[in-house]
């Protein structure tokens, strides 16, 4: 057994017990055989939090026969979609219970403001394993008939069995619960590899996993670097399905172990450069809404919690030279100058620092492509003293299809505004992209906004409005953004 670790959070003077160890089999262990260690780090203040075990490829085999002896022996075939539903239902009870809790640890490790962690990300979790409860009991299959009704054919729908999970660090709860729920409806058992970024509130989700009652087993969680247990879980002989979520570099390898192995089933949620088409009809009003961190793009791109963020506005030529455009491109900058970014404990904050080291490096190498390729810096772009990974929400106008910030995949507080000047312009720059995850379009004139949702190739389509998420819609992205589900 590895001890948890009491972390002190003197920002709001608070204290929060942590386990440290693999979750395999309902307990907390050690490696096997490494005393690697991941250490999670505060972006807020770049202080180390604690460390964790890092499982190694051996530790990964072991969490991998955890989950194929409870999918042969306790979950599977071999527990009723009931009490699945009674399982989940539970969990998402304990979780709605230690929400506040698992807000303020979601923000130490990811930097997220509190209030976003608590009332988006958590309470999408719950309301998402309460969603997939619901399916557990309800999966049911057809009836054919095959010969004058004398015989009769049927499906049924079986789980697959092991699945490997990755996700990545900008929703580590709300990823986690995407993840897990629909899994454990339909009688699947999982192993679990979170970012090595952001690896603490899997591992306290563990808990109430086990607190919950599920057999051991059913879901493992194993924290590690990417290409040491992430590899292996892809490329592992006895996992029957990997859903992964990430970078489309990532997803490829992710596909090609998957291949190399034993062709195990395959879900990618993959990059993005999500495009959105501002009509010279958009009501700017509706158009730019603030306070609600879903409800637009650029907020939702300001924060630590990039989700389809939108990387691209692009609106009608004349938006540059009439009065419609000075409203525009100042309401713009205002709406966003309005957002907070600082510590996510503040409750003034409408997002927090970026996640890494390696990500703040990565945002301001973009900024930088951005000037020197000619974009025009209207907001943000120069760097903060002190200590944290904070980037101040960075617009550019002035750009061209080439440039980097246009064509490549920032995920940070970055949005180029561009231009077009005919309706089959825009749509041919807002499909520019090897991405198709996201795309929204504002207009009033209803018979373009279903002309132009039609012809942009992204899985979702916002109209009006921006980033809506919810889990009884589907969700997936086309051309390099991801296979599925
Ligand atoms: P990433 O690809 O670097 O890492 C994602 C996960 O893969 C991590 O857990 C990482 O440890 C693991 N990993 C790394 N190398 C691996 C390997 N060789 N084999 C197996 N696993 C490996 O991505 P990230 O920086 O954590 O997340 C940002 C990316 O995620 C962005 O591209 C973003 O667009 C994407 N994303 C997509 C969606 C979506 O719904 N499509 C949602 C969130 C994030």
């Not at 670097?225 to 859903?243: E, Q, R, S, T, W």
């Not at 692009?314 to 510590?343: C, E, M």
């Not at 000037?371 to 929400?393: C, H, M, N, S």
Request: charged share 20%.
């Amino acid at each position: 057994m590895v001890q948890p670790v009491t972390i002190n959070i003197s920002a709001i003077n608070k204290q929060i017990t942590v386990p440290t160890g693999l979750f395999i089999n309902n307990e907390f262990v050690p490696s096997v055989d490494s005393d690697e260690l991941i250490h999670a780090v505060n972006p807020a203040t770049e202080e180390v939090i604690c460390s964790v075990v890092a499982a190694s490829p051996k530790d990964i085999d072991i969490a991998v026969a955890a989950a194929r002896n409870a999918f042969n022996t306790t979950w599977g075939k071999n527990v009723t979609g009931f009490e699945r539903s009674r399982l989940i239902n539970k969990l998402a009870d304990l979780i709605e219970r230690d929400a506040q809790e698992l807000a303020e640890l979601e923000t130490l490790n990811n930097g997220k403001p509190v209030k976003i962690a608590r009332d988006f990300d958590i309470g999408d979790s719950v309301q998402c394993l309460r969603y997939y409860a619901g399916w557990a009991d309800k999966i049911i299959g057809q009836t054919l008939e095959v010969d004058n009704k004398s015989k009769l054919a049927f499906t049924r729908h079986d789980p697959i069995g092991v699945c490997g999970q990755i996700i990545p660090w900008n929703y580590p709860i709300n990823m986690w619960a995407w993840k897990v729920a629909p899994a454990l409806a339909v009688g699947c058992t999982i192993v679990m590899k979170p970012s090595e970024l952001c690896p603490l509130t899997a591992l306290k989700l563990s808990e109430l996993v086990k607190e919950a009652g599920f057999p051991p087993g059913v879901i493992n969680t194993v924290p590690s670097f990417g290409p040491v247990g992430g590899a292996a879980l892809a490329a592992h002989p006895d996992v029957d399905k990997v859903a992964f979520t990430g970078s489309t570099i990532t997803g490829r390898k992710v596909m090609e172990a998957a291949a190399k192995s034993n062709l195990k089933k395959v879900s990618l949620e993959l990059g993005g450069k999500s495009p959105h088409l501002v009509f010279e009809s958009a009501d700017l009003d509706q158009g730019l809404p603030v306070r609600s961190p879903r409800s637009l793009c650029w907020l939702e791109a300001s924060g630590t919690m990039p989700g389809i963020s939108c990387e691209l506005l692009i609106g009608p030529l004349s938006a540059y030279a009439t009065t419609l455009a000075r409203t525009f491109i100042n309401l713009l900058v205002s709406k966003v100058k309005d957002q907070v970014i600082g510590g996510g404990y503040d409750v003034s904050s409408g997002g927090g620092p970026v996640v890494s080291k390696g990500q703040y490096d990565r945002v301001w190498g973009y900024i930088e492509a951005g000037k020197k390729e000619g974009a025009k810096v209207i907001l943000g772009g120069t760097k903060r003293p002190g200590k944290g990974f904070f980037v101040d929400p960075t617009i550019f106008t002035d750009i061209r299809p080439e440039m980097r910030i246009v064509k490549e995949e920032i995920f940070g507080p970055v949005l180029s505004v561009g231009r077009f000047r005919t309706e089959d312009e825009a749509i041919f720059l807002a499909n520019d992209t090897s991405y198709g995850l996201g795309a929204g379009l504002h207009s009033t004139d209803a018979n373009q906004c279903m002309r132009v949702a039609s012809a942009l190739e992204a899985g979702t389509v916002w109209v009006n409005q921006y980033n809506m998420l919810n889990n009884n819609v589907p969700f997936g992205g086309k051309k390099q953004s991801g296979i599925g589900p």
